[in-house]
């Protein structure tokens, strides 16, 4: 697959969300208002969603000024208007458990708010009284970076440059693994992120053989899976494509798997890569405006020398919009697709 373009091109991220009117106060100081940004929220208020309400799909863009804007695809909001993640709230249901919130806030070209959007970490359920426990002002960009991280789970075994089958976890820095593109590269990073696996922190489980891959391979929703098409069968146009695994989820080879924890761990190279995992090829992190504020700031300053001198690896141009997957045989098709 040959390298892009020189230009910086940062794919979009989703995050399914509901808009904020939907969560209302039922009890408390701000009674009969929607969950608002973090200046308006008083603790202990009392929120409930109410039924029918659904979760939509909110895409957007971090642009060269590391700034969050609306996607042009965006089921929501208005392409381009910029878009700030305000802070993290933490509810407790009637159980006892917690559950964080993103609050993002959409503003128009004037700085005026025109839509404020909540974005559950864990699943909320319809007419459940949830308190409002917490405000933390600063952890929503980190938050935010976080599940732009793509990521393996432990045990996934990764192809070493002398074929060796290692399992992630297991990885140094400086190991050298082989890459589609680049053949053997040095790993400059290794990130590890211990979660709740619920909501967008739910692995992806592509059970063994769906892909042809040699064992079940467990990533994060967001994490790209590069599918060689010997013949178009999707319909995409090309024959190199990058699919994110939670569009391949069918209920059936493709499954969401939540419950416990989960431990992620992020492999990052000078470049963004495409390495091979269980036997199949699967992107690394992607170190750019999203993802930096997991990074030492000497990892980030090494990456931008490297990224200067070599130019940046596969890019969107090759991801498939969700609406071609959007068919129960799509993960049948792409197997076949890819196979010999």
Same mark, same amino acid.
């Given at each position: 697959?040959?390298?892009?373009?020189?230009?910086?091109?940062f794919?979009?991220?989703?995050?399914?969300?509901?808009?904020?009117?939907?969560l209302?106060?039922?009890?408390?100081?701000?009674?009969?208002?929607?969950?608002?940004?973090?200046?308006?929220?008083?603790?202990?208020?009392?929120?409930?969603?109410?039924?029918?309400?659904?979760?939509?799909?909110?895409?957007?863009?971090?642009?060269?000024?590391?700034?969050?804007?609306?996607?042009?695809?965006s089921?929501?909001?208005?392409?381009?208007?910029?878009?700030?993640?305000d802070?993290?709230?933490?509810?407790?249901?009637?159980?006892?458990?917690?559950?964080?919130?993103?609050?993002?806030?959409?503003?128009?070209?004037?700085?005026?708010?025109?839509?404020?959007?909540?974005?559950?970490?864990?699943?909320?359920?319809?007419?459940?009284?949830?308190?409002?426990?917490?405000i933390?002002?600063?952890?929503?960009?980190?938050?935010?970076a976080?599940?732009?991280?793509?990521?393996? $789970?432990? =045990? %996934?075994?990764?192809?070493? #440059?002398?074929?060796?089958?290692?399992?992630?976890?297991? @990885?140094? *820095?400086?190991? &050298?693994?082989?890459?589609?593109?680049?053949?053997p590269?040095?790993?400059?990073?290794?990130?590890?992120?211990?979660?709740?696996?619920?909501g967008?922190?739910?692995?992806?489980?592509? $059970?063994? =053989? %769906?892909?042809?891959?040699? #064992?079940?391979?467990?990533?994060?929703?967001?994490?790209? @899976?590069? *599918?060689?098409? &010997?013949?178009?069968?999707?319909?995409?146009?090309?024959?190199?494509?990058?699919?994110r695994?939670?569009?391949?989820?069918?209920?059936?080879?493709?499954?969401?798997?939540?419950?416990?924890?989960?431990?992620?761990?992020?492999?990052?190279?000078d470049?963004?890569?495409?390495?091979?995992?269980?036997?199949?090829?699967?992107?690394?992190?992607?170190?750019?405006?999203?993802?930096?504020?997991?990074?030492?700031?000497?990892?980030?300053?090494?990456?931008?020398?490297?990224?200067s001198?070599?130019?940046?690896?596969?890019?969107?141009a090759?991801?498939?919009?969700?609406?071609?997957?959007?068919?129960?045989?799509?993960?049948?098709?792409?197997?076949r697709?890819?196979?010999?």
């Open positions: 697959m040959p390298h892009s373009d020189p230009k910086t091109v794919p979009a991220q989703s995050l399914p969300v509901y808009r904020a009117e939907k209302r106060v039922t009890d408390g100081a701000n009674l009969g208002d929607g969950l608002s940004y973090a200046d308006e929220l008083v603790p202990d208020d009392i929120y409930e969603l109410g039924f029918g309400n659904s979760v939509e799909s909110l895409s957007f863009l971090v642009n060269d000024g590391n700034r969050f804007q609306i996607a042009p695809d089921a929501l909001g208005c392409p381009g208007a910029a878009l700030h993640p802070c993290i709230v933490t509810v407790m249901p009637p159980t006892g458990a917690t559950i964080e919130i993103l609050v993002l806030v959409e503003v128009d070209p004037e700085g005026h708010i025109t839509q404020i959007y909540a974005a559950p970490l864990s699943p909320l359920e319809f007419k459940v009284p949830y308190t409002l426990v917490g933390d002002r600063e952890s929503a960009r980190l938050r935010t976080q599940m732009a991280c793509v990521s393996f $789970t432990r =045990g %996934t075994h990764i192809t070493m #440059a002398t074929g060796e089958q290692r399992r992630v976890e297991d @990885l140094s *820095i400086g190991d &050298r693994v082989l890459t589609r593109d680049d053949g590269q040095e790993i400059r990073w290794i990130g590890h992120l211990t979660v709740r696996a619920q967008e922190f739910a692995p992806i489980v592509i $059970t063994k =053989g %769906t892909l042809n891959n040699a #064992a079940d391979l467990k990533v994060s929703p967001d994490h790209r @899976l590069f *599918i060689y098409q &010997r013949r178009d069968r999707i319909g995409a146009g090309r024959s190199e494509l990058l699919v695994a939670r569009h391949l989820v069918n209920g059936e080879t493709v499954t969401v798997q939540e419950g416990g924890f989960v431990d992620y761990f992020q492999l990052l190279f470049t963004h890569q495409i390495i091979f995992a269980e036997g199949i090829s699967a992107e690394t992190m992607q170190a750019d405006q999203r993802t930096s504020p997991i990074l030492p700031k000497d990892v980030t300053q090494r990456l931008k020398r490297a990224t001198n070599r130019g940046i690896g596969p890019q969107i090759y991801e498939v919009h969700e609406t071609l997957l959007d068919r129960p045989d799509a993960v049948d098709l792409l197997r697709a890819s196979s010999k």
